[in-house]
């Protein structure tokens, strides 16, 4: 079998045009960095890790007053953020021996891929939260609620949860300011308190402590 040459496929990674993503958080373009390897059949290590990153998004992983080499302690934070089960678990393993995606990962790098490659899909309009329309009631929220996949999850006490799952559930796409989140999920909680609905309200809570590092 042939040996494959790790160094040269890495070092023939392009830079993408900055538009394309720039409005993309650190994790999810480490996240990106780890299929295209592994696609390549490349070990997920460390120092293969650190000069993709740096090769495929300079601006986003290169040394504040050294432009020319890469972060290596941001990229280690992102990461170890990957691979925390508390936080994203997209990824297990360690700086030391190397990482593995999960299938969660597989799912958000694919997403992540495409829209590298349609970056105008993330154009603020996408961004925006929700909006009621016009004539819907308080009670017409709590149903939607009720009937949704994710209350479905939680009433039977089923709590492996992922951040996609509750973008879906949110209706929106990656990358939508947490602000933005937030005041969409408020929306939905003064709509189970206008309905007196108090198991609705008691899952946006949850929804809320669980995964508050999309809504702050």
Same mark, same amino acid.
Request: net charge positive.
């Given at each position: ?5 790790? #160094? ?5 990674? #392009? ?12 994790? @999810? ?11 390549? @059949?490349?070990? &997920? ?7 993709? &990153? ?10 504040? $007053? ?7 302690? =941001? ?5 170890? @953020?990957? !691979?925390?089960? #508390? ?9 030391? $021996? ?22 105008? =899909? ?13 004539? @819907? ?19 039977? =006490? ?13 209706? !929106? ?23 007196? $609905? ?5 899952? &946006? ?7 508050? $590092? &999309?809504?702050?």
């Amino acid at each position: 079998m042939k040996n494959i040459d790790y #160094k040269k496929i890495i070092f023939s990674f #392009k830079p993408l045009s900055v538009k394309n993503y720039e409005n993309f958080d650190l994790d @999810r373009l480490a996240l990106y960095s780890l299929i295209v390897l592994e696609r390549k @059949r490349v070990p &997920l290590y460390f120092d293969h890790i650190v000069v993709s &990153l740096f090769k495929m998004f300079p601006n986003k992983f290169s040394m504040a $007053n050294f432009k020319e080499y890469p972060d290596t302690n =941001r990229i280690s934070k992102s990461l170890r @953020r990957l !691979a925390d089960p #508390k936080r994203k678990n997209w990824a297990t393993g360690n700086i030391e $021996n190397g990482f593995y995606l999960t299938e969660t990962g597989k799912e958000v790098a694919l997403q992540t891929e495409d829209l590298l490659k349609h970056p105008t =899909r993330l154009k603020p309009s996408s961004t925006s939260s929700p909006k009621r329309s016009r004539g @819907r009631s308080p009670q017409d929220d709590v149903l939607e609620i009720e009937k949704s996949p994710l209350f479905q999850k939680w009433q039977n =006490r089923d709590f492996s949860v992922t951040d996609y799952e509750v973008l879906s559930f949110l209706k !929106a796409v990656p990358y939508t300011p947490k602000h933005l989140l937030s005041k969409y999920l408020d929306q939905l909680k003064q709509s189970a308190t206008a309905a007196k $609905n108090k198991k609705v309200l008691a899952f &946006l809570d949850w929804l809320e402590k669980k995964f508050k $590092n &999309l809504f702050q």
